[in-house]
C-alpha cells in the first residue's frame, strides 16, 4: 500500500479574475462606441448629452438644460404630462488650416434628452426661454398634484 500524503487544498480550483475583467472591458468598450462617435467617417450615435437641472416649487417645475452653440430653431422640445423630451442637432462646420492641423474638440450631431417628471404637469402652459445656451422651461404642476395628500401608514 502507498502512502499519499494528505494535502488540503489540492482539491481546491484557482480563480483567475482577470480573463473576466477582459470580458467587461470589452462590453464597455463596445458600449462607448456605440454612444461616441468613431474619429473618422461618418458620425453615428449620440455624440453627447446635455446636462439638466430641476427645481420643484409648491405651483410649478423649474428645468435648465445646458444646449450652447444651438440656435432655437435648432430644438425641438415636447412636454407630455411626466416627461419632458429635447433633442436636436449641432452641425459641424467644416474648416481648413493652412498650415499643421485643426484639433477640435467639440461634438457634433443629433443628441435626445427624456427627462422624467417628479409631478404629473399642465403641458398645456408650458413657458420656455432659450438664452445664452440655457434652456428655461417653467411648468406649471397639474391641478390636481398640487392638493395631493398622501396617507402615511404607522405600523
Same mark, same amino acid.
Given at each position: 500500500?502507498?502512502?499519499?500524503? %494528505?494535502?488540503?487544498?489540492?482539491?481546491?480550483?484557482? %480563480?483567475?479574475?482577470?480573463?473576466?475583467?477582459?470580458?467587461?472591458? $470589452?462590453?464597455?468598450?463596445?458600449?462607448?462606441? $456605440?454612444?461616441?462617435?468613431?474619429?473618422?467617417?461618418?458620425? #453615428?450615435?449620440?455624440?453627447? #448629452?446635455?446636462?439638466?437641472?430641476?427645481?420643484?416649487?409648491?405651483?410649478?417645475? /423649474?428645468?435648465?438644460?445646458?444646449?450652447?452653440?444651438?440656435?432655437?430653431?435648432?430644438?425641438?422640445?415636447?412636454?407630455?404630462?411626466?416627461?419632458?423630451?429635447?433633442?436636436?442637432?449641432?452641425?459641424?462646420?467644416?474648416?481648413?488650416?493652412?498650415?499643421?492641423?485643426?484639433?477640435?474638440?467639440?461634438?457634433?450631431?443629433?443628441?435626445?434628452?427624456? #427627462?422624467a417628471?417628479?409631478?404629473?404637469?399642465?403641458?398645456?402652459r408650458?413657458?420656455?426661454?432659450?438664452?445664452?445656451g440655457?434652456?428655461?422651461?417653467? #411648468?406649471? /404642476?397639474?391641478?390636481?398634484?398640487?392638493?395631493?395628500?398622501?396617507?402615511?401608514?404607522?405600523?
Amino acid at each position: 500500500m502507498t502512502l499519499v500524503r %494528505w494535502n488540503p487544498l489540492r482539491e481546491i480550483e484557482r %480563480w483567475e479574475p482577470f480573463p473576466e475583467m477582459g470580458i467587461i472591458r $470589452q462590453q464597455m468598450d463596445r458600449l462607448f462606441e $456605440q454612444l461616441l462617435p468613431p474619429d473618422g467617417g461618418e458620425k #453615428i450615435g449620440l455624440t453627447f #448629452i446635455p446636462p439638466a437641472e430641476i427645481a420643484e416649487t409648491d405651483s410649478d417645475l /423649474k428645468l435648465k438644460v445646458e444646449i450652447p452653440g444651438l440656435d432655437a430653431k435648432d430644438l425641438n422640445v415636447e412636454v407630455t404630462p411626466e416627461s419632458v423630451s429635447i433633442s436636436g442637432e449641432r452641425k459641424s462646420e467644416t474648416t481648413t488650416e493652412a498650415e499643421g492641423m485643426t484639433r477640435s474638440e467639440f461634438r457634433y450631431g443629433k443628441f435626445q434628452r427624456i #427627462i422624467a417628471l417628479p409631478a404629473v404637469v399642465d403641458n398645456e402652459r408650458v413657458m420656455a426661454e432659450y438664452k445664452n445656451g440655457i434652456l428655461h422651461l417653467t #411648468i406649471p /404642476k397639474a391641478e390636481s398634484e398640487k392638493h395631493r395628500a398622501v396617507k402615511v401608514s404607522l405600523g
